[in-house]
């Protein structure tokens, strides 16, 4: 099971730092992404990271605002969001896929529960 945890509410401006961890397994050898949807929204691809680290493509709306990292050696990918926007307000899930370059939603075929981000205006 995959568990995202550091969502919160927070002014716009703000920060957060979303983290990513499974229970019972490792996925240093997977792609992780992170994901998110609005009410009344599709999920959206926000960042993912491959196991080297070295594809780490971004949505456009988060670019130079959000960076993905891993710690393998913890298990654990995060999600540093910086100069939070209302429209950043989502739930954010994270997943696990086997290809190198994810940013489509149907290459991930494990996903964890959400963990609510809110920015207030």
């Known amino acids: 099971q995959l568990q995202a945890s550091g969502g919160g509410l927070v002014q716009t401006g703000g920060s957060l730092r979303l983290s990513c961890a499974p229970s019972g397994r490792t996925f240093s050898r997977y792609t992780i992404g992170w994901f998110r949807q609005a009410p009344g929204k599709e999920r959206e691809f926000v960042a993912s990271i491959d196991r080297t680290r070295s594809n780490t493509p971004y949505a456009e709306s988060v670019k130079g605002r959000f960076t993905i990292a891993r710690d393998n050696a913890k298990n654990t990918v995060y999600l540093q969001m910086n100069s939070l926007k209302p429209e950043d307000t989502a739930i954010y899930y994270c997943?696990?896929?086997?290809?190198?370059?994810?940013?489509?939603?149907?290459?991930?075929?494990?996903w964890g529960q959400g963990t609510q981000v809110t920015v207030s205006s």
């Open positions: 997943a696990v896929s086997p290809n190198a370059w994810a940013t489509r939603r149907v290459e991930y075929d494990f």
